[in-house]
């Protein structure tokens, strides 16, 4: 047991990543068909570590809990294993050690760690806390049950072993992701799942879309990209170090820079914010994720609405003790984010591909998590815990029941023949029944019916965004992000219960794709179904209104918490919160719950009454602009990639014919120097014996000349 | 002694001296080959003088030598120049200038035809076969 | 420049020389004959100031001034004579020129084995060559020289070199610059040194039938030197005469692949 607790935390990514390499050696070759098993026992190996570290590593090292912990378990020591309050760390490797211009002193203490040596060390090192441990819980557990469901979905596909193993790496990387302990490793993983994205949206790679949609996914998240590693440079040179330890769990360090230079905060935060866009598709850089769906769906499930989307959400509540001396970047969070949740709700209104409705509204609710987060901004710190807590506790329950949305939407594709056009199909609620139970569960919690568990998710951020609307200055600013949300709240009760009738209501329509009978969901694809159906619909009331979550959140050290007197030390005292944290904002619960139910009600009204009958009309400009997304796409191409585009050609022009010619040019010199030599020899003998005879007398003049003057 | 001396390698410098003169700008390849014969007259002049000034037989001897080469030597080109000869039955020595980049022009005199063509002018007019010449005028007694 | 102009006395009968040849090389057209003809005999009388032999012997000068003159002047004619017969008749004079030159420097038996070898076999053969190949006299390739300035320009100015070396090593005194003439102390052509005698049988020796007078140019002097100090030699030169018949009947074409 005890080897377990010293060992897991490396064991979470290694799991994964051994099934990759398996696959990768041998995995292709050796029952291709079987490729699943590796994959599947790696995954639940790494979800029983994460449980493990949850529930035994991570609270051994809460300080508040000293006697508890070290009576009920050994707390881990040894060998590489080091823990700190609040956090254990593993030691693998030293990548690298650059030395500095400066001198280090030869022994220092975290807290008087001094940022003038100008070098940069990065280790290989892992480390978890409790922020870190609830999302690998929620990646492993999710991970599992897609896995589980993609070998039944993915069954005949001639790239089987090669989805399984892309899809562990990824997993590997978003493991390694959560533990990284520093800065420069979290960007390097960062990467990887975008190249494990890449790699899965273009699965079907002979698609000529689903190409493009990979190498649009990756593009765009380079955008990101290149705001979050100069985001990273910034805290190198403010900092000194990159360190997680030293940077966010270090309050002198950050009280210094604060006293030093405070603006440094927010081109940070923005930075590293523009990270978070790339990655968690907001807007402007949204663009990428409703195209990402050309991948197969068990892959729209995992990463694009559990685990790859929401690192930038774990990125920014990570470095929640640098985004709270900066109220400015918190207000450009929140504001992106309400832009994001406005235009993805409205462009979800009319489409009519399923998954693209289920990634416009993953793109919505993620904007919800960063509207919560940049709620702090009004008072950032009374503010940063609970919007914090409550943006991560959205993104918990977003995880599970985004992802039966997508499984459900899979089991309809599956059964319709890869069709997933909702005008082609309809009233599938008799033919498939586990599909359609599944669906419901989802919806409704995506809705936000009271007491499911989207309710108690969004209810708390619409809460928090109250308090802050409620706050000077900046209270107008937040009352429209405020109405933002809520109106964001009714259209997405509206388009997904639009989805929902338009699918399983109506007459029975197949397509002739689905052949004779469409099957419903095999026990391998309704296992997860069922399971993240229910985890759907009482997680949240499970973790939420019990405070499990938002207790176990507030260990993680470094979380600025709001300033109360009662406790000597720095850590968040428990119990001793403000009323409006612990007492529920009842007005914003029964807002939220009318606008759900009334969403839900005029989706009934207009699609579920009379089923069917939304199929050839001519859609008025307003549903055009709605159904073109708002026509961001095509400004896109207009403003970016035409030019750059016009650009490319440009330089192939001046390549082939500057440069090239320069370079034919280059190659005349020898030919035109050659062409004055040439006719030297033309064959005629008595030319060839005019050239010797002056040489003959040239040579002789010469030796006379320089004879000249001798005796 | 040095002047007798002196105005026979002159003599001799000159000879040599036209002989590759003529070497470099006959076309004919038979008097190309005399050309080269009259520098080694030259040659031998120059050796026979020398061979005086040391009194010395020496010289004379060195010539003998040089008259037997160039006896083997002319004898051997004209071989050659016969072969030369029947192939492009011309003893014009540009034509055998294959070995030069082909598509230089020749830097020489303007293309001439190979063979020309004979004036009318040129030929001896004969009488028509079969016709009597006709009788000269003038008695035979009467010539001068 | 100044060295150039100092050497005028040299470089003048050059440039004449220059001048007359490239005027008497074959060309199309009428070629000045006269002008090329004074041209020619004005650098010779020019050289033959500079260069001028020894008068003490007015005989042996009057010999040298035929045979030279003619060597030379039949040389230049046969070099540019249009017609090869002509030219190869020219050729004959000259080795004639030569033999007398030969005789003039104590070689008799080299002038009568060059008249008989060269003029009678080897221009004869010529002669028939030409005759054969080429009955129509002079065809076009004869009547136009090719590169005659390079050619002339050239060739002059190696012999520009050589007389400027003689000059150099020659007796005569160099017009000083106020016009009189000085002797001026020259190296003076090499001679072995007078204790060694590197091939002691070219030496003269007494003759054997006038024993007050030496053997040189005399037929038992040529053959004491050409059998004793150069056998070898001779021994090669007569395999090299047999390789040389070999090779030609060799090349020669065959009657089967047609007539000359």
Redesign the interface.
């Known amino acids: 047991m005890s080897w377990l607790n010293e060992n897991c935390l490396w064991l979470i990514p290694a799991a994964p990543l051994a099934a990759c390499l398996w696959i990768v050696v041998a995995g292709q070759f050796f029952r291709r068909d079987k490729a699943h098993r590796v994959v599947v026992l790696g995954l639940l190996a790494s979800w029983l570590c994460a449980l493990n570290l949850l529930l035994v590593v991570v609270p051994s090292t809460f300080e508040d809990h000293g006697e508890h912990a070290a009576a009920a378990t050994e707390v881990p020591h040894g060998g590489r294993l080091e823990t700190k309050p609040g956090s254990v760390s593993y030691f693998i490797y030293d990548w690298f050690h650059v030395r500095g211009a400066g001198s280090q002193p030869a022994s220092m203490s975290d807290r008087q760690f001094k940022a003038d040596s100008g070098g940069l060390s990065v280790p290989v090192e892992l480390r978890a806390d409790a922020l870190s441990a609830l999302m690998l819980v929620m990646v492993t557990s999710v991970s599992l049950l897609v896995a589980i469901f993609a070998s039944g979905y993915m069954h005949g596909d001639p790239g089987y072993p090669r989805f399984f193993g892309a899809l562990s790496l990824f997993v590997f990387s978003m493991c390694m992701l959560v533990l990284a302990s520093n800065f420069l490793l979290l960007f390097v993983f960062w990467e990887a799942v975008g190249l494990c994205s890449y790699l899965l949206i273009g699965f079907w790679f002979h698609k000529p879309s689903a190409a493009a949609a990979a190498k649009k996914a990756f593009v765009v998240n380079r955008i990101g990209d290149f705001g979050l590693i100069l985001g990273i440079f910034l805290i190198w040179t403010t900092f000194g170090t990159l360190e997680f330890d030293r940077v966010l769990a270090n309050p002198w360090l950050i009280q210094q820079t604060v006293a030093a230079q405070p603006e440094i905060f927010t081109t940070i935060c923005l930075l590293l914010f523009i990270g978070a866009v790339g990655k968690s598709a907001q807007f402007p850089l949204h663009v990428w994720l409703p195209d990402a769906m050309e991948g197969p769906t068990p892959v729209s499930a995992l990463i694009h609405a559990a685990t790859m989307v929401t690192a930038g959400v774990y990125l920014v509540a990570r470095c929640s003790p640098l985004f709270v001396h900066s109220p400015f970047a918190l207000q450009v969070v929140a504001g992106i984010g309400a832009a994001t949740a406005l235009i993805a709700a409205i462009t979800a209104l009319t489409q009519y591909d399923l998954k693209r409705v289920l990634a416009y509204s993953t793109v919505s609710q993620l904007g919800y998590m960063f509207m919560s987060l940049g709620a702090a901004g009004a008072n950032p710190q009374e503010l940063m815990q609970p919007a914090v807590t409550f943006a991560l506790f959205h993104m918990f329950t977003h995880a599970f029941f985004k992802a039966v949305l997508f499984l459900s939407a899979g089991s309809v594709m599956h059964a319709m023949g890869d069709v997933i056009d909702m005008r082609r199909f309809s009233g599938l609620r008799k033919a498939l029944p586990i599909t359609w139970v599944t669906f419901l569960a989802g919806a409704l919690a995506l809705a936000g019916v009271p007491l499911l568990s989207g309710f108690w998710s969004k209810d708390e951020i619409l809460a928090v965004l109250h308090r802050a609307a409620q706050s000077e200055p900046h209270g107008v600013y937040y009352t429209v992000i405020l109405c933002i949300a809520l109106l964001t709240a009714l259209m997405t009760a509206f388009y997904t219960f639009r989805a929902y009738f338009l699918t399983f209501h109506g007459p029975e329509v197949f397509p002739p794709e689905a052949g004779h009978h469409p099957h419903d969901a095999p026990p391998v694809m309704a296992g997860p179904l069922y399971i993240l159906g229910l985890a759907a619909l009482f997680i949240g009331l499970a973790t939420g209104p019990t405070h499990l979550y938002g207790h176990y959140l507030h260990h993680t050290p470094g979380l600025p918490a709001p300033v109360v007197a009662h406790h000597a030390d720095g850590h968040a005292a428990e119990g001793d919160h403000a009323a409006g944290e612990h007492g529920h904002d009842w007005f914003m619960m029964l807002t939220s719950s009318i606008l759900a139910v009334g969403g839900i009600a005029a989706a009934y009204l207009v699609y579920g009454k009379h089923p069917g009958a939304q199929g050839v009309k001519e859609p008025t400009p307003l549903a055009k602009l709605s159904l073109n997304g708002l026509y961001l796409d095509d400004i896109y191409l207009a403003l970016v990639v035409k030019p750059l585009r016009s650009l490319a050609e440009l330089s192939e022009i001046i390549d082939r014919l500057v440069i090239d010619k320069i370079v034919d040019g280059v190659a005349l010199v020898p030919a035109f120097l050659a062409s004055i030599l040439r006719p030297i020899q033309n064959g005629l003998v008595q030319h060839y014996a005019f050239v010797m005879l002056l040489g003959l007398a040239a040579s002789l003049v010469w030796m006379l000349q320089a004879l000249a003057g001798t005796p | 002694m040095t002047g007798q001396l002196e105005c026979q390698l002159v003599v001799g410098a000159i000879l040599f001296v036209l002989g590759a003169i003529g070497f470099l700008t006959r076309r004919n390849l038979i008097l190309m080959m005399l050309s080269a014969e009259m520098m080694l007259h030259g040659v031998a002049v120059n050796l026979t003088a020398f061979g005086r000034y040391h009194g010395n037989s020496s010289g004379q001897v060195f010539t003998i030598f040089v008259l037997t080469i160039a006896a083997c030597e002319a004898g051997l080109s004209l071989a050659l120049i016969l072969g030369l000869y029947q192939r492009r039955k011309s003893l014009d020595v540009q034509l055998w200038g294959n070995l030069g980049e082909p598509d230089l022009p020749i830097l020489s005199a303007p293309e001439e035809s190979r063979v020309e063509p004979q004036h009318p002018a040129d030929l001896p007019q004969l009488t028509p076969a079969g016709a009597m010449p006709k009788t000269p005028t003038q008695p035979f007694s009467q010539k001068v | 420049m100044n060295s150039l102009i100092e050497q005028a006395p040299l470089l003048a009968p050059i440039a004449l020389g220059i001048l007359a040849?490239w005027m008497l090389?074959?060309r199309e057209g009428n070629r000045a004959w006269v002008i090329a003809g004074l041209c020619g005999i004005s650098a010779l009388l020019w050289?033959?100031k500079n260069?001028?032999?020894?008068v003490d012997n007015a005989v042996?000068t009057g010999m040298?001034f035929l045979f030279?003159g003619g060597?030379?002047i039949s040389?230049?004619l046969?070099?540019t004579e249009k017609n090869?017969v002509y030219?190869?008749l020219w050729?004959a004079v000259?080795?004639l020129s030569?033999c007398g030159?030969?005789l003039?420097?104590?070689?008799p038996?080299?002038s009568a084995?060059?008249v008989v070898?060269?003029a009678g076999?080897?221009?004869v053969?010529?002669l028939f060559?030409?005759m054969l190949?080429?009955q129509?006299g002079a065809?076009?390739?004869?009547r136009?020289?090719?590169?005659?300035i390079?050619?002339?320009i050239?060739?002059?100015?190696?012999?520009a070199?050589?007389?400027?070396?003689?000059q150099a090593f020659?007796?005569?005194a160099v017009v000083a610059a106020d016009g009189e003439e000085q002797p001026v102390a020259r190296?003076?052509?090499v001679?072995?040194p007078a204790n060694v005698v590197s091939?002691p049988l070219?030496?003269?020796q007494p003759r054997r039938d006038k024993p007050d007078q030496?053997d040189?140019?005399t037929l038992q002097?040529?053959g004491?030197?050409?059998f004793g100090?150069?056998l070898f030699?001779v021994e090669l030169?007569g395999t090299?005469?047999l390789?040389?018949?070999i090779?030609?009947?060799a090349?020669?074409?065959r009657r089967s692949?047609?007539t000359?």
């Open positions: 040849v090389l074959p050289l033959t260069f001028l032999p020894p042996q040298f030279g060597a030379i040389g230049t046969m070099i090869p030219a190869a050729f000259v080795t030569t030159l030969f003039l420097n104590a070689a038996f080299l084995a060059t070898v060269y076999a080897i221009v053969t010529f060559v030409i190949a080429q129509g065809t076009g390739y004869d136009k020289a090719f590169q005659p390079l050619a002339s050239a060739g002059f100015m190696l012999l070199c050589l007389l400027f070396t003689l020659g007796g005569k190296p003076q052509f001679l072995p091939n070219s030496q003269p030496n040189l140019g002097g040529v004491r030197s050409l100090d150069y030699a030169a090299v005469l390789i040389a018949t090779g030609t009947i090349l020669a074409p692949q047609g000359l």
